[in-house]
T-cell receptor, first 118, second 114 residues
Framework: GAVVSQHPSRVICKSGTSVKIECRSL??????MFWYRQFPKQSLMLMAT?????????EQGVEKDKFLINHASLTLSTLTVTSAHPEDSSFYIC??????????????FGDGTRLSIL | EDQVTQSPEALRLQEGESSSLNCSYT??????LFWYRQDPGKGPEFLFT???AGEEKEKERLKATLTKKESFLHITAPKPEDSATYLC???????????????FGKGTLLTVNP
């Protein structure tokens, strides 16, 4: 149980392109999903918390106009990197907690999306 | 500011050679400490949650323990398939004090040679 699917797994595109990444909870409903970014040999850094039916909460330093998050249903959250530039190249990972699970319950992660901007 | 420090950064073991990974933390209002395993190019896979000092959890060759300042992940008689990066994360109140946030360490890269 608690499977999170992320798509696509890899994207290579030109600078200026907008890229959409999907995160789905396959066997459970997720009121809250999370988006992380990971650089090589670095820890996962929380970018934003996605709440179903409401606006996302962004961490300090994360541009909300650059990283658009939509959580339209209890099983789907999307992250759109708008007008992507080479510095946006990274490994993006989503996660979800089951149902309306409390914050002391584990997050379950997707397999990430490797974004490369040329 | 919350900090999560893992050591060592990398560890090489021979198959069957037991060892421990360390995760030290300084947070306010700990709600849980989590261990994950991450394989190259993949997302973290949940292993354990620990909530209070003295708690222990086991799964196959892995055993996680927790004190007030650190957690250990003990690996008994490891096999090559245990090779991965092991991540520690703590759930605690953020700097604003109103929300909870999961903060990760940088991980320990474990390599088990046959």
């Amino acid at each position: 149980g608690a499977v999170v699917s992320q798509h696509p797994s890899r994207v290579i595109c030109k600078s200026g392109t907008s890229v959409k990444i999907e995160c789905r909870s396959l066997d459970f409903q997720a009121t809250t999903m999370f988006w992380y970014r990971q650089f090589p040999k670095q820890s996962l850094m929380l970018m934003a918390t996605s709440n179903e039916g409401s606006k996302a909460t962004y961490e300090q330093g994360v541009e909300k106009d650059k990283f658009l998050i939509n959580h339209a249903s209890l099983t789907l959250s999307t992250l759109t990197v708008t007008s992507a530039h080479p510095e946006d190249s990274s490994f993006y990972i989503c996660s979800a907690r089951q149902g309306a699970a409390r914050e002391d319950q584990p997050q379950h992660f997707g397999d990430g999306t490797r974004l490369s901007i040329l | 500011e919350d900090q999560v420090t893992q050591s060592p950064e990398a560890l090489r073991l021979q198959e069957g050679e037991s060892s421990s990974l360390n995760c030290s933390y300084t947070v306010s209002g700990l709600r849980g400490l989590f261990w994950y395993r991450q394989d190259p190019g993949k997302g973290p896979e949940f292993l354990f949650t620990l909530y209070s000092a003295g708690e222990e959890k086991e799964k196959e060759r892995l055993k996680a323990t927790l004190t007030k300042k650190e957690s250990f992940l003990h690996i008994t008689a490891p096999k090559p398939e245990d090779s991965a990066t092991y991540l520690c994360a703590v759930q605690a109140r953020d700097s604003g004090g109103s929300n909870y946030k999961l903060t990760f360490g940088k991980g320990t890269l474990l390599t088990v040679n046959p």
